[in-house]
C-alpha cells in the first residue's frame, strides 16, 4: 500500500519524507489557498521534495480551460498528476491528458458507478472520499469495498483505488484490509500510525534497564 500525504504544507511534506515511507502527495484548492502561496511555485517545490506522484488540481470546471490548466501543471515536473473533478468534463479532460501520457487523479468520487466512469476514462487514480460519505451517515470503507471489488473484475482497468478524506488511523487500516492501492492522509494522521502507548512504556522500561548493565554498544 502506498502512502500520500495529503496537505500542501511544504515543512509538512519534509518532515514526511525524511520517513522515507511517503509515497506521494495530494494537495486541493482549500490546502494550497491555506498556504498563501503561489499555486504553481508550490508544486514545483513539492515535486522537488518527492519522487512520488504529486497531485495538482485544476481550478476550472469547463473542458477546454480544465485541459489548458491540466498541461501546463503537467509541464511542472514528470511527477505532477493532474486533479480533476468527477463530472461529465472532468471525465473528458481525464481522457484526453491520460491519452497524453499524463497522470490524472479523478476526486471527489462519491459512488461505485462514478469509480466506474474514471477508470474508463484512464485515470491512474480514483479519489473516493470516506470521511465525507462517513459526515453524513453514509458508509465510507463499504465505498472503497464496491470500488476495489468493481476494479478487480477487470484486467483492463488500471486505475488505482486512491482512499481519501481520510480521518483516522482505522481508515488506513481498513483501506489496507480491503486492498485499496493508496492512501492519502492529513499529516497528523498519518503520525498517529507510529503510536501506541504499550510501544512508549516498553520502550522506557528497555532503555532503563540497558542503563543498568553499565554497557555500550559503540
Ligand atoms: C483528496 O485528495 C482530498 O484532498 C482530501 O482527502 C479531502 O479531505 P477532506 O474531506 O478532509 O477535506
Known amino acids: ?121 484512464g485515470a491512474s487514480f480514483v479519489s473516493p472520499f470516506v470521511g465525507r460519505l462517513d459526515d453524513i451517515g453514509q458508509d465510507g470503507m463499504g465505498l472503497i469495498a464496491d470500488i476495489v471489488e468493481i476494479y478487480s473484475n477487470y484486467d483492463y482497468f488500471k486505475t488505482e483505488v486512491l482512499v481519501a478524506s481520510i480521518r483516522n488511523p482505522i481508515h488506513i487500516v481498513d483501506s489496507a484490509r480491503l486492498g485499496a492501492h493508496v492512501v492519502t492522509a492529513p499529516p497528523s494522521v498519518l503520525k498517529q500510525l507510529f503510536n501506541h502507548p504499550l510501544t512508549d512504556k516498553g520502550l522506557a522500561q528497555f532503555v532503563a534497564d540497558w542503563q543498568k548493565t553499565g554497557q555500550s554498544i559503540l
Request: charged fraction near 20%.
Open 1 to 121: 500500500m502506498k502512502f500520500f500525504v495529503d496537505t500542501a504544507d511544504i515543512a509538512e511534506i519534509r518532515d514526511l519524507a525524511d520517513t522515507g515511507l511517503l509515497d506521494g502527495v495530494t494537495t486541493n484548492p482549500s490546502l494550497v489557498a491555506k498556504t498563501g502561496r503561489s499555486f504553481l511555485d508550490l508544486v514545483a517545490e513539492i515535486c522537488d521534495v518527492v519522487d512520488g506522484p504529486v497531485s495538482a488540481e485544476v481550478a476550472s470546471t469547463d473542458f477546454e480551460t480544465m485541459l489548458a490548466e491540466g498541461k501546463k501543471l503537467a509541464k511542472i515536473a514528470d511527477n505532477v498528476t493532474v486533479k480533476v473533478p468527477l463530472t461529465p468534463a472532468g471525465l473528458k479532460t481525464c481522457k484526453a491528458l491520460s491519452s497524453e501520457g499524463t497522470m490524472v487523479n479523478v476526486t471527489l468520487c462519491f459512488s461505485p458507478a462514478q469509480a466506474i466512469l474514471a477508470a474508463k476514462a
